[in-house]
Each structure stands twice: as C-alpha cells, then as structure tokens.
C-alpha cells in the first residue's frame, strides 16, 4: 500500500468502528464543557471514557452522581447503566479511537494566556498515543495552538501527523489525526442542546478534518468543515470577540442613556423589531463567565507577535471592565440620595452567579462588585440559591460567606438590595416590596408597577 492511500484506509476503517459504535470515545477534562458531550456520545451508544486529574469528580461520577447544576444525577446513572466510565488513568487513552480534550484555558495574572492544562493534558497523551488515534482540541485558544503548542508534544514519540492542506494534501499519510472544534455551548441556553449546534471542525491535515468531521456527524445536526485548525480556532473568537464588543457597545449606550434620561432596555427593543441587520445585545453589570471576558485576550496577546494591535478588544475590555465601578457609583448615589453614606451601608447583592440560572462563578461581575462595596466601608452579604456558601478562588477570598435568606424581614434590614444575576427563581414582586431601596443592574423589575420610587436602574 502506498503512503497515498495509508490515511484513507485507516480513515475507513475509524469511519466504519464510528458508524458501527465499535468506536471508543475518551472526553478530556469533564467540567462544563467536557461532562455534557460524554453523555450525548454514550446517549449515541458510544462507549465513552471520561479522564479527569479531579479524583472528586471521578467519584461523584463513579456514585451516579453529578457535580453540574444542570445535569441530573438521574442523567449520570443511566449513562453509568450505559457504560459511561470516568477515570484519572491515562495509561487508557491507549483504548480509546478518539479522544477530545475540554480542559481550562484561563488567563494567568498577568491577563496572558495559560495554556499549561492543554500543555499537561498533552504531555499526558502522548506516551500512550496509538497510530489512526483521533485527538481533537475543543479547549477555546488563540490561532496556532493546535499547530504549535499540541501538534509537536504529540509528535514526540515518533508518530506524524503533518501540518498540509489543499487539493494535494486530500490523502496525506497520517499516523494519527489531529483537529480542532471549538465548544459553542451555551449554559442555561435550553432552545439550543448540544446536538443542535453546528460544529466547525478544522484538521492538521485534510484527514485529520475528515476523521473528526465523521465524530462529530454522528452526534451533532450539522458539521462545518474549515480549511485548518487556525480558522477553526479564530471562529471560536470571533464569535466571543463579536458577543464582547457589541455588550461594551450596550453598556457605554446604556451609561449615555441613564444620563439622558432615556430608558436603553426600551431603545434596544425597539431597534429589535427591525428585520434584519440587527441583533439585540443587553447591558448588565459587566462581562462574566469563562469566555467572554477572557477569550478575546487569547487574540490580543497573539496578535502582539504579527505587530498588531486589535483596539476594538481592548476598548471593549476598557468599557466592560468599568461595569461593575459604574454599578458601585450609582449604589454610592442612590444612598446618598436616602441621605445615607456607603460606608457602614448593610447591602445585599442578588446573585453571585455570572449570569441568570446558571451554577458558575467564574469572572462574574457581583464578587467584583461585593469587593469594591467592601473597599468602601460597606457591609455586603449575598444572596444566590445556587450558591449556599462561598470560598476562596482565584482572585477573591470570600470563604465563609454563607447566602443569606430572602424573607421579608432579612430584606427590610439592607439599607439596599443590588440586584447584580437576574435569576429566574427570584420573586421581584416580594423583594422590591420588602426592600427599602432596589439597585437593578438587569432591569429585571421592568414590568413591576408598584414600589418604582425605591427603583433605580444603572
Ligand atoms: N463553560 C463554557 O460555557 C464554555 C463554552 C465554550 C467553550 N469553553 C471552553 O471549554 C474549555 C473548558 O471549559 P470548562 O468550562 O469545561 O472548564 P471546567 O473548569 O468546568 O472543566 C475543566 C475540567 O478539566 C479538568 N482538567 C484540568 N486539567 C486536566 C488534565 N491535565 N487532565 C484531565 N483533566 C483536566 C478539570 O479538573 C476540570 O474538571 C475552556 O477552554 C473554555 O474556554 C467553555
């Protein structure tokens, strides 16, 4: 057999152990983004190992159990029942034909990029690493991480897996495939589940897009095939960078707007009605969750090596981050205007979650905001049913912290009550009634009549 037609053999042969669900899948990294695909692909009649280094993770899972707001443990235990298995043990990537890495990609302190999970996760692989074995990275990332970051550690036990495209690449010999797919989830979102959200998938190689194009299809409604890893990976952002500038866009309209004495929630919904060209974007009390904030920093520090600087992200950073001081301003002055000062102010922030019915904390805006209350000499407690307690993280300490409860008589003893996540569960109603002054950084108490005096939107 010739090079030429090697790849396209092994291609049919992982094809047909696809179709046929001989195929074994290994998910990477079962967080948020790693834990829903291993129970479509298992739902899909794959035998799916997921492989974590968070040993509580794997036993929770082990028990039937789930760790993840939205996922019922009645979830886990049938997909166990289905095979389902989680292990810390990567000497069992050597089983698995295809295996998809969901690890953090965060920013360090210095706001660069840190990429020592997909590096470890990598290194990990790679001695295990099997000829025909399909690798594909989904962890959000700059343009070239696939190339130049996974493609050599995998490389370093001999096996190839070279960097070509276009027409004469089509068969490129290949000993194992390499793409990358960036995740498009959206938590919380319940119009769009996993398998109906396209996925773009880009290879090393025009094989490595068709070994991972033919996973994929069997699980999601369509598969969008790029020329390389680099589109796939600069899709992903531009669709962050996208959501990032048109949200600093409604947030600096929305200060003007305050100023003006023009109701911005109203404008957006008006221009909403307006059939194409478009699209609604609503302002808060600054940017949260692990993408957002976080991934168009990934192209910034990228592009700092082409001599290119990409103002629109840093603007966009510039306006989203004065968010949450915006916020502390305007408790700062709707105090003042009850003749209180901030300092020894007892408040209550709604919501620690970074957005509404979601179980994730991360780069939320409220622990911002509880900061700089604290800083001001406030007294600041929270209230999150999806967070009985806080501890410490990364940027902030709030171990110890506990929610406190929303009943008419604990609301009454804030000297105000920020409304920061405008989670569903919440009774506006009751607590505007029940507070003695309302900050809403949601506009979450639009439709609400009586009571409008405590009300003050920023
Ligand atoms: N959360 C989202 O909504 C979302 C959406 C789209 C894309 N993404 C991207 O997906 C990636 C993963 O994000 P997430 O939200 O699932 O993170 P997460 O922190 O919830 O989960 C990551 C998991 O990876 C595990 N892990 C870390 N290092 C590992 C290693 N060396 N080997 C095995 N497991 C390891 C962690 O223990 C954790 O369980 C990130 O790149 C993120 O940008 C996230």
Same mark, same amino acid.
């Given at each position: ?9 092994s291609i049919?042969?992982?094809t047909?152990?696809i179709q046929n669900?001989q195929?074994k899948v ?7 983004v790693?834990?829903p695909?291993?129970?479509?692909y298992?739902?899909q009649k794959?035998t799916v190992?997921g ?9 929770t899972l082990?028990q039937g ?8 443990a009645?979830e886990?235990k049938q997909? !166990?029942?289905?095979g389902?298995?989680? &292990?810390?043990?990567?000497?069992r990537? #050597?089983?698995?034909?295809? %295996?998809?890495?969901c +690890?953090?990609?965060?920013?360090d302190?210095?706001r660069e990029?840190?990429?020592t ?9 790679a001695?295990?690493?099997?000829k025909s074995q399909?690798?594909v990275?989904?962890s959000?990332?700059y343009?070239?991480t696939?190339e ?7 490389e370093?036990?001999?096996l190839r897996?070279?960097i070509a495209r276009g ?6 010999a290949t000993d194992?495939y390499?793409a990358f797919s ?8 319940k ?7 396209p996925?773009v998938?880009?290879?090393?190689n025009?094989p490595?897009g068709?070994?991972?194009?033919a996973?994929?299809?069997?699980v999601?409604? !369509?598969v969008?095939?790029?020329?390389? &890893?680099?589109?796939a990976?600069?899709? #992903?952002l531009?669709?962050n %960078?996208?959501r990032? +500038?048109?949200?600093a ?11 003006m004495?023009?109701d911005?929630w109203?404008?957006i ?11 609604p ?6 940017l949260g969750g692990?993408c ?10 990228k592009a700092?090596e082409y001599d ?6 840093e603007?966009?950073g510039e ?8 916020v ?8 003042n205007?009850?003749r209180?000062?901030?300092?020894g102010?007892?408040l209550l922030v709604l ?5 509404k019915?979601?179980d994730d904390?991360r780069?939320s805006p409220s622990l911002?905001i509880?900061e700089l209350l604290?800083?001001?000499g406030?007294h600041v407690d929270y209230n999150?049913?999806?967070f009985p307690?806080l501890h410490?993280?990364r940027?902030?300490?709030?171990s ?6 929303l ?10 009550v920020?409304i ?10 009751s607590?505007?009634?029940?507070a ?5 950084t949601?506009n979450t108490?639009r439709r609400?009549?009586?009571h409008?005096d405590k009300?003050?939107?920023?």
């Amino acid at each position: 057999m010739s090079s030429q037609t090697l790849s396209s053999a092994s291609i049919a042969e992982l094809t047909k152990r696809i179709q046929n669900r001989q195929a074994k899948v290994g998910i990477i990294g079962l967080g948020y983004v790693g834990l829903p695909p291993a129970l479509l692909y298992t739902e899909q009649k794959f035998t799916v190992t997921g492989f974590d280094i968070d040993e509580r993770k794997i036993s929770t899972l082990h028990q039937g159990g789930s760790y993840i707001y939205r996922i019922e443990a009645s979830e886990i235990k049938q997909a !166990r029942e289905q095979g389902f298995d989680a &292990t810390s043990d990567y000497g069992r990537i #050597k089983e698995m034909d295809a %295996i998809i890495i969901c +690890v953090p990609t965060p920013l360090d302190e210095r706001r660069e990029p840190d990429l020592t999970y997909v590096e470890t996760t990598a290194e990990s692989i790679a001695p295990h690493l099997q000829k025909s074995q399909l690798v594909v990275l989904e962890s959000t990332t700059y343009p070239g991480t696939t190339e130049e970051l996974v493609l050599p550690i995998l490389e370093k036990n001999g096996l190839r897996c070279p960097i070509a495209r276009g027409p004469d690449a089509e068969n490129i010999a290949t000993d194992f495939y390499l793409a990358f797919s960036p995740e498009r989830e959206d938590p919380g979102n319940k119009q769009f589940g996993l398998a109906q959200i396209p996925k773009v998938v880009g290879g090393i190689n025009p094989p490595s897009g068709r070994a991972a194009a033919a996973i994929y299809t069997q699980v999601v409604s !369509r598969v969008v095939p790029v020329s390389s &890893t680099r589109a796939a990976e600069m899709a #992903k952002l531009l669709e962050n %960078i996208f959501r990032c +500038v048109n949200i600093a866009l409604v947030n600096e309209l929305k200060q003007l707007s305050l100023r003006m004495g023009i109701d911005i929630w109203e404008v957006i919904d008006a221009a909403a009605t307006k059939p194409f060209g478009f699209m609604p974007f609503y302002p808060g009390p600054g940017l949260g969750g692990h993408c957002i904030p976080v991934d168009p920093f990934y192209l910034s520090w990228k592009a700092r090596e082409y001599d290119f600087a990409t103002r629109f992200i840093e603007l966009a950073g510039e306006v989203n981050t004065a968010m949450p001081y915006h916020v502390v301003d305007a408790i700062s002055e709707a105090l003042n205007k009850k003749r209180k000062a901030m300092n020894g102010a007892r408040l209550l922030v709604l919501g620690v979650a970074y957005k509404k019915d979601v179980d994730d904390l991360r780069e939320s805006p409220s622990l911002k905001i509880m900061e700089l209350l604290t800083d001001h000499g406030a007294h600041v407690d929270y209230n999150d049913p999806h967070f009985p307690q806080l501890h410490k993280m990364r940027h902030y300490d709030y171990s110890g912290k506990k929610s406190v409860p929303l009943d008419a008589k604990t609301l009454a003893s804030y000297d105000c009550v920020v409304i920061a996540t405008d989670h569903t569960s919440y009774d506006y109603a009751s607590i505007v009634e029940s507070a003695q002054l309302v900050v809403d950084t949601r506009n979450t108490t639009r439709r609400l009549l009586r009571h409008r005096d405590k009300i003050v939107l920023c």
